[in-house]
T-cell receptor
Framework: DAMVIQNPRYQVTQFGKPVTLSCSQTLNHNVMYWYQQKSSQAPKLLFHYYDKDFNNEADTPDNFQSRRPNTSFCFLDIRSPGLGDAAMYLCATSRGANTYNEQFFGPGTRLTVL | DAKTTQPPSMDCAEGRAANLPCNHS???????VYWYRQIHSQGPQYIIHGLKNNETNEMASLIITEDRKSSTLILPHATLRDTAVYYCIVPIEYDGGTSYGKLTFGQGTILTVHP
């Protein structure tokens, strides 16, 4: 089945130690999104790629970066994780960057910062 | 983007229809209404979306009022596995001239299906 895969499902890092989360997709979708979901809150968009074009949300901290080396893979880099960055990180894809294509989400990576 | 209003929680008996309302009174003519749900500790799951007409798929039905200011998601025969947070979203169409279908999640409706 075509799907969105996130690895690892659980990640533990230390305060200030860089961490990378990965997302891959077999849907061949053009757009990939990264969301952050803190405990008991709704998901919040951090940024997205349309093909290789990167689009950052205005309120996404500089501590968060992303890379998309090819259509299938997208990475979320947190350069210096703080305690406030502990959250579920969700990757999603869609066929097009418009309002008539639904988004398909992965299972998420739960990040713990010690 | 059109904001949506949903009740914070609802209950439903297993086997009965669950009707989840959503108000989106500021929706514009070309904006779609989407429903996603999120089961505990999982990623959100797309359910259904519509523009003007009612829609039905294998998961649910979406009823949109004629003036498009509100909609109702119907799960015809709710099961315990339908217990989740249900999000009604009107994706932003344009932001600074770029259309990218941004989803802005509200707090959603916590649907609890009980035996």
């Amino acid at each position: 089945d075509a799907m969105v895969i996130q690895n690892p499902r659980y990640q533990v890092t230390q305060f200030g130690k860089p961490v990378t989360l990965s997302c891959s997709q077999t849907l061949n979708h053009n757009v990939m999104y990264w969301y952050q979901q803190k405990s008991s809150q709704a998901p919040k968009l951090l940024f997205h790629y349309y093909d290789k074009d990167f689009n950052n949300e205005a309120d996404t901290p500089d501590n968060f970066q992303s890379r998309r080396p090819n259509t299938s893979f997208c990475f979320l880099d947190i350069r210096s994780p703080g305690l406030g960055d502990a959250a579920m990180y969700l990757c999603a894809t869609s066929r097009g960057a418009n309002t008539y294509n639904e988004q398909f989400f992965g299972p998420g990576t739960r990040l713990t910062v010690l | 983007d059109a904001k949506t209003t949903q009740p914070p929680s609802m209950d439903c008996a297993e086997g009965r229809a669950a009707n989840l309302p959503c108000n989106h009174s500021t929706i514009s003519g070309n904006e779609y209404v989407y429903w996603y749900r999120q089961i505990h500790s999982q990623g959100p799951q797309y359910i259904i979306h519509g523009l003007k007409n009612n829609e039905t798929n294998e998961m649910a039905s979406l009823i949109i009022t004629e003036d498009r200011k509100s909609s109702t998601l119907i799960l015809p025969h709710a099961t315990l596995r339908d217990t989740a947070v249900y999000y009604c979203i009107v994706p932003i169409e344009y932001d600074g001239g770029t259309s990218y279908g941004k989803l802005t999640f509200g707090q959603g409706t916590i649907l609890t299906v009980h035996p």
